[in-house]
């Protein structure tokens, strides 16, 4: 068997479950949205920093915001323009973890499963599908552990007259 949450090697072998074409499109929707966001945002943060140079101390609080999402701004273009220079991985390992959460003013669900330490995003039919103990192959971008595809090599098996608990509103099993 292959070790818990590592980077391995393999064949195709196994349940195709998700396949990501072209994971390129996504880091540069990503560069071009948040390139511009991060640069413009720099502007307040160095009202900011100025007005609190001068001696406001009320522009601490925005200093504090602005630097936290610029911040955050920066890390997704860098991570964005490291793994597009970069070679795809693969882990393997059993899914520890399965759970969708709301974004953007929860507007948007998103979908996660958890191998060994590692957190990857995946499609919503995906997480319907996969469970804990499962047994998968992923093969991502290192930095922004983009799926590129997504296998299952082993399913544990599951009583027939037992009914899989279905997902509540807020997502929960």
């Known amino acids: 068997m292959t070790n818990e949450?590592?980077?391995?090697?393999?064949d195709s072998a196994g349940t195709l479950l998700e396949s990501n074409a072209d994971p390129q499109r996504s880091l540069r929707r990503s560069l071009l949205v948040n390139g511009p966001l991060?640069?413009?945002s720099l502007i307040p943060l160095g009202m900011s920093l100025q007005s609190l140079l001068?001696?406001?101390?009320?522009a601490l609080l925005p200093l504090s915001i602005l630097s936290v999402v610029t911040g955050s701004l920066a890390y997704q273009?860098?991570?964005?323009?490291?793994?597009?220079?970069?070679?795809?991985?693969?882990?393997?390992?059993?899914?520890?973890?399965?759970?969708s959460?709301?974004?953007?003013?929860?507007?948007v669900r998103s979908h996660y499963i958890l191998i060994g330490r590692a957190i990857f995003v995946i499609d919503a039919l995906s997480a319907y599908d996969l469970k804990e103990g499962d047994v998968v192959r992923v093969r991502h971008l290192p930095h922004t552990s983009t799926v590129i595809e997504l296998r299952v090599l082993h399913r544990e098996p599951t009583p027939a007259n037992t009914e899989r608990p279905g997902r509540g509103f807020f997502g929960r099993r």
Not at 101 to 107: D, Y
């Open 5 to 10: 949450g590592t980077p391995g090697t393999g």
């Open 38 to 40: 991060a640069l413009l």
């Open 54 to 58: 001068v001696g406001n101390m009320g």
């Open 77 to 99: 273009v860098y991570s964005a323009k490291r793994d597009l220079q970069a070679t795809p991985e693969e882990t393997t390992g059993s899914v520890r973890r399965v759970w």
């Open 101 to 107: 959460k709301g974004a953007v003013l929860w507007m």
